[in-house]
Structures are given as structure tokens and as C-alpha cells.
């Protein structure tokens, strides 16, 4: 007499929820955490003044390189499969980097942390969108979801900072029991999908293709500061870098499933939305590292101290998106996408004004909240341009896209602009001093308000009138935390 196997108990959602929340909390909690401790990160491994920028950008390029590869990966493997991957990963790669002893080895494990957070991150969004299936709850849940974004780039500044004092390894050694609850409870709460059989393959040579492309692009422009730009140590790196991405488009041009299908960019609100996003990173991104190099090199501001003094840019991104949600419907993306930019390259330019005499209150505090407030305006206005006009199953791929332009922008902008910080610091006799510092950074800040500019004159691409999408815009991963 047979009997029939033992079925599993249902799963509450509250529990698949939290544990998907932590997850994401995670991932946006390594990009905040790791900008307050890199000066000490620079003088306990020895990295070079325009080396120290692999630190953020190795994490950048590939998470941004493998995260469109990473949001397919699902339907490949399983949920549960693919996000058990991506947590074991990543927290065996933060393991790597609190135990780094070199350079070397802590860009390694910044490198699998950033592949690690590019195959999570979508999963558990992919995850909330098939558990939650009434409108509702889904977007109780997403909301949520997102929410947690915000309370990872707050909580990142302060713990980071906190940490930091102790020993800068404890920024990565925190994801350990995080990592560890993560996978427990993917192996108790996430049910086992069953995969569909997929005809098409999974595009893995065109995730290495962009990846590598741009990690030469960006190491040809690193080092023009040693080699200067004319040099064949920096051009060579930086075409063969170009000529693996015009690859990584033809190949995506005839590839049957590709990451990024070409016919999205025939939608001038796609194409414009994903060129806004794009300055925006290559203007912002780097603020967060130049400041936190200012207010410790130049301030004299101890690791707690700078962690505290991000939390008023982390309120005003927060605030900004939540403005920026409630009124897009009203006046169209393209003209809040044409203020936002402006409001950053305003505060760009005005810490371009920095000196060694600096005050937070009086130098500090507006300029960089100015500058975040922009970027936390932008996010859903772009979202919504992104997704505008597409079918249901385009959208949660324009709105990955959008995202990872914002990584590449981001990892371009932070590479150009520490170069010219450094080499603008390098003329002086002692290039450390607090003076030669500011001056360099000065240099990085008034370029990053020109490419703001750029972004505010990139929306005009998008149409005055968008059409809504046939489902409304997912939220991005990290949007709060930059």
C-alpha cells in the first residue's frame, strides 16, 4: 500500500517577505558602508591615491555588468536556486575581503561581491512579484521591498562609520551572520521552483563581453594619471575596452535572447531616460567619495563622525523619490527630469567652492543635500520614462536596464573624475597636503556639475507626453543608496 509523500507546509508570505527584504538590505547596505572606511582602507593596504577608486568601481562594473544576466537567471535555474547562489557568494566574498591582506585579494572579492549582488538582487524582486500576485498586496510588498533601500544607505553611513572605528574588515565581516540567516532561511522558507524548459540560452559571453569592456575602459582612463592620456599603457587598454563593447553590441544584435534587446532604444523616452540616467551616475556617484576623502583627509573628521554627516544626503534622496512619485503623473517625466539634474549640478558646483578651511555647516551640509535631493527627484520620473509605452513583459528589463546605465555611468564618472582630482593634486609639492586635496577635489566637483548639466539637456529626449506602460514601473535596486 503506497502512500503519498508528505506535503509542506504553506509558508506564511510574511516570512518570504522578510526574508527577500533582508536580503535586498544586504546589497544596498555594502554600496554605503564601504564609502566612509576607504581612507582607511588606503593606508592599511597601500593603495595609490588613483587606485583606491577599485575599490568602489570593481563592485560597480560587476554588479552592473551581470545584473541584466543575473534577472534572467531565474528563469533558468529557479528562484531558489538562483538566490542561494547569490547569497552564498556574496557573503563568501565578504569573508574574502575582511580577510584581504593585499590590494589584489580585496578587488577580487569586491569583483564576486558585485556578481554575487547582481544575481541576488533581481532574484528577490522576482521572487515578491510571484508571491505576491494581488494588486494590493504586491504593492504593499514592493513598497516594503523598497523601503528597505532607503533604511540600508542610512544604516550603511552610521555602521560604517561605527565599524570602521573598530577595524575596516568589520564592514565586510557584518554580512557574515546576515548571509548565514539569509541562506537558512531560503533552505526553510523558499518553496522548490520548478524551471521551465527555455529554449533560448542564457547569455553569459555577453555579460563577460560588457563586463570586461568597460573594467579595460576603465583601467585605460586610470591610468592616463601615471601614464599620461597620450601613452599606449592608457590608450591600448581603453580601445581594446571599446572594442569589446561595439562586440558586446553586435552581439547582442544577433543573439536569439539577448540581455539587452536594441529594439528598446527605438522608444526616444527609453533612449532618453537611460542617457539622463547615465550623466546623472557619471555626475553623482563619485560626490559620495570625493566627500568622504574631504571630510576625512581634510576635515580631519573621524570614520563615526563622516558616517553621521551622510545622513541628511540619504533623508534627502529618500525625500526627493517620494516627491518626485506623487507629482510624475501630474506634470510628465521629461520636466522634473530637467530640473532634478540642475538642482544636483547646483550643489556640485557649489562644493567645487571647497577649501582646507572647510566647515560641515557652512561649506558642507546644503551643497550635498542639494546634490542628493536631484538624484532622489530623478529616480521615478526615469523609471516611468523607462517603462513608458512597453509591454508587461519589457518592463521589469527597461527598468534593470535603467539601472545598470546608472552603474556604468556611475563607474565611468567616479574613474575620469578621481583621475583628474588626483592629477590636479599631483602639481603641488606635498600632493597629501589638505590644501592640494581640496583643490583637487574641487576639480572633480566643478567637471561632475557640467555632466549634471548634460543630464537636464539629455531629458529633452524624452517626449513631453510619454504613454503610460502597460504595468507600472518596478522599483530599482539601491535606488536610495546610490
Known amino acids: 500500500m503506497s502512500h503519498p509523500a508528505p506535503t509542506r507546509p504553506a509558508v506564511p508570505d510574511w516570512a518570504v517577505l522578510s526574508l527577500v527584504c533582508l536580503a535586498q538590505f544586504m546589497v544596498v547596505l ?4 564601504v564609502n566612509v572606511a576607504l581612507p582607511s582602507i588606503h593606508d592599511d593596504l597601500n593603495f595609490t591615491d588613483s587606485g583606491l577608486q577599485w575599490v568602489v568601481n570593481t563592485y560597480a562594473i560587476a554588479f552592473a555588468g551581470f545584473l541584466l544576466l543575473g534577472g534572467r537567471a531565474a528563469d533558468f535555474f529557479g528562484q531558489r536556486r538562483v538566490f542561494l547562489f547569490g547569497m552564498a ?7 574574502a575581503g575582511g580577510l584581504a591582506q593585499d590590494s589584489t585579494t580585496l578587488l577580487v572579492a569586491r569583483a564576486a561581491q558585485g556578481l554575487g549582488g547582481a544575481v541576488l538582487s533581481p532574484a528577490t524582486l522576482t521572487i ?3 508571491t505576491f500576485t494581488e494588486g494590493h498586496a504586491r504593492s504593499k510588498a514592493l513598497g516594503m521591498w523598497s523601503a528597505l533601500a532607503g533604511v540600508g544607505g542610512a544604516t550603511g553611513a552610521l555602521l560604517g562609520g561605527a565599524l570602521t572605528e573598530v577595524n575596516w574588515r568589520w564592514i565586510f565581516f557584518v554580512n557574515l551572520p546576515v548571509g548565514v540567516v539569509g541562506m537558512v532561511g531560503a533552505v526553510l522558507v523558499l518553496r522548490h521552483d520548478t524551471v521551465a524548459r527555455v529554449r533560448s540560452r542564457l547569455d553569459v559571453f555577453g555579460s563577460l563581453l560588457v563586463t570586461g569592456g568597460l573594467m579595460l575602459v576603465v583601467y585605460g582612463v586610470v591610468a592616463t594619471e601615471s601614464h599620461g592620456w597620450g601613452s599606449a599603457d592608457a590608450l591600448l587598454p581603453m580601445l581594446a575596452g571599446v572594442v569589446l563593447v ?14 539587452v534587446p536594441l529594439s528598446l532604444f527605438r522608444s526616444k523616452a527609453v533612449t532618453g531616460a537611460n542617457l539622463t540616467m547615465f550623466c546623472i ?16 583627509g581634510v576635515m580631519h573628521y573621524s570614520p563615526m563622525r563622516t558616517g553621521v554627516a551622510f545622513l541628511p544626503q540619504t533623508f534627502a534622496i529618500i525625500t526627493g523619490a517620494q516627491v518626485s512619485s506623487r507629482i510624475v503623473t501630474h506634470i510628465g517625466p521629461r520636466r522634473i527630469l530637467t530640473v532634478s539634474p540642475l538642482i544636483s549640478a547646483v550643489g556640485l558646483f557649489w562644493l567645487s567652492q571647497l577649501h ?13 543635500v542639494l546634490v542628493t535631493l536631484g538624484v532622489g527627484l ?3 520620473p526615469v523609471a516611468v520614462a523607462a517603462t513608458s509605452g512597453l509591454a508587461r513583459e519589457l518592463a521589469g528589463l527597461a527598468s534593470g536596464l535603467v539601472n545598470t546605465t546608472r552603474q556604468v555611468g556611475g563607474a565611468l564618472g567616479l574613474a575620469v573624475l578621481a583621475t583628474l582630482a588626483t592629477s590636479r593634486s599631483g602639481g603641488f609639492a606635498h600632493p597629501r597636503s589638505p590644501v592640494a586635496l581640496a583643490t583637487g577635489y574641487d576639480r572633480a566637483f566643478a567637471v561632475g556639475a ?3 548639466v548634460l543630464a537636464a539637456l539629455s531629458a529633452w529626449v524624452i517626449p513631453a507626453k510619454v504613454r503610460p506602460g502597460k504595468q507600472s514601473p518596478l522599483p530599482e535596486p539601491e535606488a536610495a543608496a546610490a
Open 356 to 368: 582646507a578651511g572647510a566647515t560641515y555647516w557652512s561649506d558642507l551640509f546644503l551643497p550635498s
Open 281 to 296: 551616475g557619471g555626475a553623482v556617484f563619485a560626490s559620495w567619495y570625493f566627500l568622504s576623502l574631504f571630510m576625512q
Open 378 to 380: 530623478s529616480f521615478t
Open 89 to 95: 557568494l556574496f557573503t563568501l566574498a565578504s569573508l
Open 246 to 259: 561595439l562586440w558586446f553590441v553586435a552581439h547582442e544584435a544577433r543573439v536569439a535572447s539577448p540581455l
Open 30 to 33: 555594502d554600496v554605503s558602508i
Open 450 to 452: 557640467g555632466v549634471a
Open 128 to 130: 515578491i512579484t510571484t
